[in-house]
């Protein structure tokens, strides 16, 4: 969002300076065309000029025909007398005219001014062929106010068309989404407006299609895996309903024990599963060094009939994490490979690719290719892990636990053990 208002912000300004920029050199030039005199600029000059001659022409030691004459034939504009008694005016306006002021008559051949002579009783008459201009100044302004206005329409028009294509993206993938095609999601780009919206819509597809995926998990669970231990505990009572052998119902009733611990068991693990959800938790992110948190959390523990080897960095490894769930993860690992390891493990710290990895090795028959993405999923086993203990969940787990604390999982073979190498890789702190 802090994207799409920064940039409509500059679209708007940058918009208004242009067009305003623009409209103004395209004025100026108009302007710079129409340098030569306008009609007003003439005809205020002949007034000036025209009261000059009236004080000339008042004059009867001048001679007024010759002058008048010798004007008519330098200048466009006519010069010519009449007697005041000829000129006849309205009354509205003697009063000002006899006053001294010119008078400005207009026709269809032009504008004319004129100049009473009161010493010789005559009227100075000047006619032009001026016309009175039409004022283009408010159709111009009309036509600036045009161009900004319709200018910064089309510069954010153009600017939103690409946010109407994102909006009309998000609006179709949500009405899917919410018709059940929970695979729907949106391409996000870096130029995107709402990137941060799309991103969002993702997240929450994603968490959605999650918490379905859980709750299909859970569901098969109990119908499936807890079928046997209900179906041995059914048997047990029946069989402690028959016998009549106090030995025999000692047995029984240790087996049902045992098909309870077994049926806890799974009942905890799916909850711990469904518990390990990024919306329900909140991590306490601590700075660790991870050397020292290795050696002081496994060094010294014994695994009987194990060997386990601590390999540590030579330098210090300091990674942002929570230690509980990131002891969660190791836990999972190192159970892992004491279930289907030999004799050796060994725990690694290394960094490679310019991030720090821990490797949890042992010597196992390992994990195929194929099967290293099936077996992070919940309740799946792999082909060697048949007749051992275990739901399946381990790994699970570990992956649900990296997925949102971003530490991911990564299945392998251990290069020197040449059994299974699970890592678990992190990002440095800075």
Same mark, same amino acid.
């Given at each position: ?105 207009? @026709?269809? =051949?032009?504008?004319? #001014?004129?100049?009473? $002579?009161?010493?010789? !009783?005559? &009227? *100075? ?11 283009? @100044?408010? =159709?111009?302004?009309? #036509?600036?106010?045009? $161009?900004?206005?319709? !200018?910064? &329409? *089309? ?7 690409p946010l109407i294509r994102q909006l009309v993206n998000l609006s179709k993938a949500t009405q ?172 690694t710290l290394a960094v490679e690719e310019g991030a720090t990895w821990l490797h949890v090795d ?69």
């Amino acid at each position: 969002m802090k994207k799409l208002m920064t940039s409509l912000v500059l679209v708007v300004l940058v918009a208004i300076a242009s067009l305003g920029w623009s409209i103004s050199e395209f004025a100026s030039l108009l302007d710079h065309d129409n340098d030569t005199q306008t009609p007003a600029t003439h005809l205020a000059a002949l007034k000036l000029l025209g009261g000059t001659l009236a004080q000339t022409l008042d004059n009867d030691s001048v001679n007024n025909q010759s002058i008048i004459a010798n004007w008519n034939q330098l200048n466009s504009e006519q010069l010519s007398l009449a007697s005041e008694a000829d000129f006849v005016l309205p009354s509205a306006l003697k009063t000002a005219f006899y006053a001294g002021e010119s008078l400005l008559l207009e @026709s269809d =051949d032009g504008i004319s #001014l004129h100049y009473l $002579l009161p010493k010789t !009783g005559q &009227v *100075l008459n000047i006619n032009t062929d001026i016309v009175t201009p039409t004022d283009v @100044s408010f =159709d111009l302004n009309k #036509l600036y106010t045009m $161009l900004f206005y319709g !200018g910064v &329409v *089309l510069i954010l028009l153009v600017w939103v068309s690409p946010l109407i294509r994102q909006l009309v993206n998000l609006s179709k993938a949500t009405q899917a989404f919410g018709m059940g095609e929970l695979q729907q999601r949106i391409p996000v780009r870096k130029t995107s407006y709402i990137g941060t919206i799309e991103s969002e819509f993702n997240r929450m597809a994603d968490r959605i299609q999650q918490l379905i995926d859980d709750n299909k998990l859970l569901s098969r669970a109990v119908s499936h895996d807890l079928k046997t231990p209900i179906a041995r505990l059914r048997f047990g009572i029946e069989a402690l309903e028959e016998t009549q052998s106090e030995q025999l119902r000692v047995k029984y009733f240790q087996r049902l024990n045992r098909d309870l611990d077994t049926m806890e068991d799974l009942v905890m693990t799916l909850l711990s599963y469904a518990r390990l959800d990024e919306a329900n938790i909140q991590p306490d992110w601590q700075s660790i060094e991870l050397n020292a948190w290795l050696l002081e959390k496994y060094q010294g523990q014994v695994y009987p009939d194990f060997s386990v080897e601590l390999v540590s960095y030579p330098t210090a490894l300091k990674i942002k994490t929570d230690p509980k769930y990131l002891s969660m993860q190791v836990n999972n690992l190192l159970n892992n490979a004491l279930r289907f390891g030999k004799a050796k493990i060994r725990l690694t710290l290394a960094v490679e690719e310019g991030a720090t990895w821990l490797h949890v090795d042992d010597d196992g028959p390992g994990i195929d290719e194929l099967e290293s993405m099936q077996v992070i999923k919940p309740f799946v086993r792999g082909q060697h892990s048949r007749g051992n203990s275990g739901h399946g969940m381990g790994l699970a787990i570990v992956d649900r636990i990296g997925y949102w604390m971003n530490a991911p999982l990564r299945i392998g073979r251990a290069p020197e053990l040449g059994g299974a190498r699970m890592s678990l890789k992190f990002k440095a702190e800075i």
